[in-house]
């Protein structure tokens, strides 16, 4: 077999399996950018999120995986077959490119690069970004040396496992957020529609109706609306701007009095770094419905108001919406809350600990 000749002072090799949506690979970019000393190479799979927001960043392998559905049946064996291909493929990329571990952000792609690593005695570190962890992380943290979680939820559900509270990595660009390259007048209050990093359309409908009533007021929206919804385009408004999707969400939230989100893990901590009070509509059929778990920790500080997607009118939206924007008082109170939740170095923190494991493989 062809193995790559490394020189013994060579820096460390990581390979990071994050695919499918933005509150997977995110994380996974952010910590890489805290890792510049180390070669990182990625594994994703075909036709997913990853190729457009790897760019050509990293050098980017692939392989076939899927779901388990809750029924098993013929498909369970397919599922079973492509994990096992799965496995062998990043085994051998794992061999042939003389890694020395793996960083994953769970999902089905963590699967074969867990079981892979764990085959070759590599170190793996799993982030879980959610208070409820996927089913992958439940099934395969045995076999990982750490737990990265985002939430102390997820922590208290898997304490059996080495973990580590160490918050959501979030862009570097939300540090420093670089100028909003968008036409909204200074001084007006600004409202972000997000719904995750593919959209919400049960959101955008909602929005739509409510949102004249917040022009009256003098506030502007500003709405992602994902590349999904066939009625993105049927508001016009001087008021408003909409877009399938938008690279500088940091300056957009940096810049908004309120946001409209549903509660991915990603957004959730990236809001709360940007301290941007919120009113959250978790997606309803997310698995076991984290979102929602996601969601309750910042209606209880305070830093947002939540709302259950099938009891939420565009009427009772709008209302919720014209209410806060006419009480700064509390957004202000909301703003303070928010701040009070975000972890800004975890990125930095995640990256010392992958750190510290390639390190400790080698000395052992
Ligand atoms: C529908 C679904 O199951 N979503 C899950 C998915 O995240 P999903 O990607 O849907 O949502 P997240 O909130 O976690 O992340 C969205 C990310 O996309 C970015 N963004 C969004 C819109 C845009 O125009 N530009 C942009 O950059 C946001 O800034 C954020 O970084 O994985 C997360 C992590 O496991 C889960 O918590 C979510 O529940």
């Known amino acids: 077999m062809f193995i790559v000749e490394r020189p013994h002072s ?8 994050a695919s499918g949506t933005g509150g997977h690979v995110f994380p ?35 392989v076939q995986v899927e779901g388990f559905q809750s029924r098993p049946g013929l498909s369970t064996l397919r599922v079973l077959y492509r994990l096992l291909r799965a496995t062998l493929t990043c085994r051998r990329l794992l061999q042939r490119g003389q890694f020395d571990g793996v960083l994953t952000t769970g999902g089905y792609i963590a699967a074969p690069a867990i079981l892979a690593a764990r085959s070759l005695d590599l170190p793996v570190i799993l982030h879980e970004s959610n208070a409820i962890p996927g089913k ?6 045995r076999w990982c040396d750490l737990i990265a979680v985002g939430f102390p939820e997820a922590g208290r559900r898997l304490t059996q496992y080495p973990t580590l509270h160490l918050g959501t990595p979030v862009r570097a660009s939300f540090l420093e957020p670089p100028p909003l390259d ?16 593919q959209g919400a359309v049960a959101v955008n409908q909602r929005v739509r109706q409510a949102a004249p009533a917040w022009f009256d007021l003098g506030a502007w929206v500003v709405h992602l609306t ?10 016009q408004h001087p008021q408003y701007r909409s877009m399938p999707f938008y690279h500088n969400v940091a300056a957009l939230l940096q810049r908004a009095d309120l946001a409209i989100s549903r509660a991915g893990s990603g957004s959730l901590t990236e809001l709360a770094i940007t301290q941007t009070p919120a009113i959250l509509i978790p997606f309803p059929y997310a698995a ?15 830093a947002a108001r939540l709302f259950r997607q099938e009891h939420l009118s565009p009427q009772q939206l709008e209302t919720e919406v014209t209410t806060l924007l006419k ?15 975000a972890i800004p170095d975890s990125a930095k923190r995640l990256a010392e600990a992958v750190r510290q494991h390639l390190d400790a493989r080698n000395k052992s």
């Open 288 to 302: 076991e419905d984290h979102q929602f778990h996601n969601a309750i920790g910042f209606m209880e500080a305070g």
């Open 182 to 197: 968008l036409d909204i007048p200074e001084g007006v209050p600004l409202i972000v529609v997000m719904g995750g990093s």
């Open 10 to 17: 060579a820096s460390k090799r990581l390979l990071i399996a």
């Open 327 to 341: 009480d700064s008082t509390q957004l202000q109170q909301m703003t303070t809350a928010m701040a009070q939740l």
């Open 28 to 62: 996974a970019l952010a910590t890489a950018e805290c890792l510049s000393d180390v070669e990182i190479e990625w594994l994703g799979v075909p036709d997913r999120l990853e190729r457009q927001l790897l760019g050509d960043r990293y050098p980017l392998h692939f």
């Open 226 to 235: 994902g590349e999904n919804d066939p009625d993105a385009d049927s508001l």
């Open 136 to 141: 992958v992380s439940k099934w395969f943290a």
